[in-house]
């Protein structure tokens, strides 16, 4: 077997909840998030602080207790999807002039995001 074995449980998956909270949260805090850094308004420290903030708004909803690099990792996926189901609805539409697709809730969310 060619797999690494790190010990312990696999921790569980975020749940619909938790992602609807991690996307909202984000984008109450876009700009900070976000945003580049720059020395006057974006700090290190408070873009850690504002991810601080979307760790305590998820773990509030969730029943498992998670940490920032779980939630930055998960966000940076949610934008990945995001990306590329806007890329297939884009080639469906250019073939077929498809009807408006229905969008989950979490799919306009996401759509703050301009991805």
């Given amino acids: 077997m060619l797999g690494f074995y790190f010990g312990g449980k696999r921790r569980p998956n975020f749940s619909e909840a938790e992602v609807y909270a991690l996307v909202t949260e984000v984008a109450k805090?876009?700009?900070?998030?976000?945003?580049?850094?720059?020395?006057?308004?974006?700090?290190?420290?408070?873009?850690?602080?504002a991810w601080g903030e979307v760790l305590n708004a998820v773990n509030a909803v969730g029943r498992v207790t998670r940490n920032v690099t779980e939630i930055r990792r998960k966000f940076s996926f949610v934008l990945a999807l995001r990306k590329k189901q806007h890329k297939i609805r884009n080639m469906l539409v250019e073939q077929v002039a498809a009807p408006k697709l229905k969008l989950h809730t979490l799919q306009l969310k996401m759509q703050f995001f301009n991805y």
């Fill in 29 to 49: 805090r876009k700009e900070m998030i976000l945003g580049k850094l720059d020395s006057s308004s974006c700090t290190l420290q408070l873009k850690n602080h």
